[in-house]
């Protein structure tokens, strides 16, 4: 299978792998207690790792309450002293082959200053493997090369995990609260099936309108801006369309002056303090001419008929990513179909 067709396949799979990784990466998160001892996380990665690390930023905070910071691995790897690693930090290194150079280092110069590591990677004798002190894996059967789709929600998905545990070990919830918790994370895969059925269409049309623009701004804040870095990788890998990230404010203070004036914007509303910022955003930029699509829950009135990418209902903001990232792929695979190229379909990623 080649070409979009491989990326709607991996949109398929994407809420059966949730059901399935779910209670696996519980598990092996069970098996790790001295993760406990932690008073801050660091979560490294390049590429959708680093998007998924943006993404669970807010769950180890408000879940864990643990002091939380997404970096670029090559950053952590050379500066890791501005995050004042400490022997009670737990640095997190993502990447889905694991052979990843940059988060292999960042590990490496995190542990010189006594932090924990930990692992997570879909190959445990690669050499990230091997450089931490704990490992989970994310199994994710039949996997294809192509652009990251099911690697960046199964990375996503470890994260979440991890905060939950965190949470647990912490004392900041109790067991049964964990294993509510564990258990509506696990429901999301069929949110995550719902909305590929809802916004399917939707980004068909869409890439129609959007396809032709020099380049297209995706703006998000909090989870939402890690979502938003991860769906303009994937019109660029899938389409090669210049596509950029920004969060939302940092937009309305410098990218709203690029031209032409119509150039389109896709922002990410997730249920939270950020959604009302959202709207405003969305008449703000529409009355100086941009075309905005808004990815939101598929009832929502607040935002102007045909520019919604719609949603399933996620009522925790902390798992709202999930859900929130499925119209990348599609709209990235129907972007690619409008200008006839074929996506990135070179050796799995190494993010």
């Known amino acids: 299978m080649t070409g979009t067709a491989a990326i709607e396949e991996q949109v398929r799979r994407l809420g059966a792998d949730v059901r399935e990784l779910v209670p696996a990466l519980a598990e092996q998160f069970g098996a790790l207690s001295s993760l406990a001892e932690a008073d801050q996380v660091v979560l490294a990665g390049n590429g959708d790792s ?21 970096r670029c691995a090559q950053r952590l790897a050379d500066y890791p002293g501005t995050d004042w690693i400490t022997p009670r930090t737990l640095v997190i290194g993502i990447s889905v082959s694991g052979s990843s150079p940059r988060v292999v280092e960042a590990l490496a110069a995190a542990a010189t200053l006594g932090a924990s590591t930990l692992a997570v990677t879909g190959n445990r004798d690669s050499a990230l493997a091997q450089a931490a002190q704990h490992l989970v894996i994310p199994v994710l059967p039949g996997l294809r090369p192509g652009p990251g789709v099911r690697t960046h929600q199964a990375n996503l998905l470890a994260l979440l995990v991890a905060a939950v545990h965190l949470a647990q070990a912490r004392g900041a919830i109790d067991g049964a609260a964990a294993r509510e918790l564990t258990r509506e994370l696990a429901d999301t895969g069929r949110a995550v099936d719902h909305t590929a059925e809802l916004v399917r269409p939707v980004c068909r049309a869409a890439a129609a309108e959007i396809a032709a623009a020099p380049v297209r701004f995706l703006l998000g804040t909090g989870p939402g801006f890690g979502t938003a870095s991860f769906a303009a990788a994937k019109l660029v890998e899938a389409a090669g369309a210049p596509s950029f990230a920004q969060d939302v404010e940092e937009w309305w203070h410098v990218e709203r002056f690029c031209r032409p004036t119509d150039m389109p914007i896709i922002q990410i509303a997730q249920p939270g303090p950020t959604r009302a910022r959202a709207v405003a955003l969305a008449q703000r930029a529409s009355g100086i001419g941009r075309r905005v699509l808004t990815v939101t829950r598929a009832q929502d009135t607040d935002f102007a008929p045909g520019t919604v990418l719609p949603t399933a209902t996620v009522p925790r903001e902390e798992f709202s990513p999930l859900v929130h990232s499925v119209f990348a792929p599609l709209l990235a695979a129907a972007v690619a179909d409008e200008l006839g190229r074929r996506p990135f379909l070179g050796d799995l990623v190494t993010g």
Do not use: K
């Open 50 to 70: 680093l998007h998924a690390c943006m993404a669970a930023e807010l769950a180890f905070t408000s879940m864990a309450r643990l002091r939380c910071t997404a």
